[in-house]
């Protein structure tokens, strides 16, 4: 073993070495074969060469001629199949030499030295490599979802999953919110029936080394692309039979009615399709104090983030 359990390798390390004595002696034995091919080669085709002057002048017949070029390009097979050998001799010597096929993070070892390895189906486990620079998230997206986005996509109001453009935000067990962004790679070509669910796969960037392969995470795909709203505390937000309104400050200081529609939540905060301005007033705190439109109120303005004070 030619490494540390759960140490970082890169791409070519040698991670093991198995006896190669069997493997060595037999390669020697096919370079012999090749050398004897060649040297038979060449006297075969010597003795052709000399055929093919005396065959002019009837000093051999074309019968023998024909046998020594014969001979000649059977020699030359032999050297071609001498040298496969030779090929599949020195392959066999380098699988001796366990090797890394990618950059990543060993586990331990399952083997020991002095230990027997075999291969093709019962072949032992030596050890497990994972990547380490980048991890790919795999999630499924039901069939309505799946059909929103690309009607997203046609309408150019968000990224296509065809041409793997699609952001998606990422959070891991105990982390609020989706704190690490990543972009959808590969999306598979056909739903499951027995699910109505496709199988799409995000690719997060690794470098800082926060992600251990195996983790499961939440997801989060944008439902459109980026566009300018006005959010407000969802407790501004009164019921009127089947309208929704919020109460604002006027530049008098006194509270009017806004019929608003209201979209979904976006980080704890209300999106606002339409009735609000830019700027406007929302009243979020002492709401039962404002008996109808007109009432003058003593508003303190703060961030919407922390609820309006009402006095």
């Not at 083997?111 to 980048?134: E, F, H, P, Y």
């Not at 999306?187 to 992600?211: E, H, K, V, Y």
Request: charged fraction near 25%; hydrophobic fraction near 40%; aromatic fraction near 6%.
């Amino acid at each position: 073993m030619n490494y540390t359990d759960g140490q970082e390798v890169k791409k070519g390390q040698v991670l093991f070495t198995i006896d190669d004595r069997t493997y060595r002696a037999a390669l020697e034995q096919a370079q012999a074969t090749l050398a004897r091919a060649k040297t038979q080669a060449s006297l075969a085709q010597s003795e052709a060469n000399r055929t093919d002057k005396l065959v002019h002048t009837n000093l051999v017949s074309r019968e023998e001629w024909e046998q020594r070029r014969s001979a000649a390009v059977q020699a030359q097979a032999d050297i071609r199949a001498a040298q496969a050998a030779v090929d599949a001799a020195q392959l066999n010597l380098d699988f001796t030499k366990v090797t890394a096929p990618i950059d990543g993070r060993a586990s331990r070892a399952l083997i020991t030295s002095g230990n027997l390895v075999t291969a093709g189906d019962t072949a032992s486990v030596l050890t497990t490599l994972v990547s380490q620079k980048t991890v790919y998230v795999y999630f499924d997206v039901d069939e309505s979802t799946y059909l929103h986005y690309q009607n997203l996509a046609r309408r150019g109001q968000g990224a296509s999953s065809d041409n793997q453009a699609l952001p998606v935000e990422i959070g891991l067990v105990g982390e609020e919110g989706y704190p690490h962004q990543g972009k959808v790679d590969f999306l598979d070509n056909q739903l499951t029936p027995s699910t109505g669910t496709i199988r799409m796969r995000a690719l997060l960037d690794n470098s800082q080394r926060l992600f251990t392969p195996g983790l499961f995470a939440r997801v989060r795909l944008p439902g459109s692309a980026e566009f300018q709203a006005t959010l407000i505390d969802d407790k501004a937000v009164l019921t009127d039979q089947d309208r929704k309104y919020v109460y604002i400050v006027d530049k008098d200081g006194k509270a009017q009615r806004r019929d608003i529609t209201p979209g979904r939540l976006a980080d704890g905060l209300r999106i606002v399709q339409k009735g609000l301005n830019p700027g406007d007033s929302v009243i979020v705190d002492g709401l039962q104090k404002v008996f109808m439109p007109g009432m003058p109120v003593n508003a303190k303005t703060v961030a919407m983030t922390t609820s309006a004070a009402l006095n």
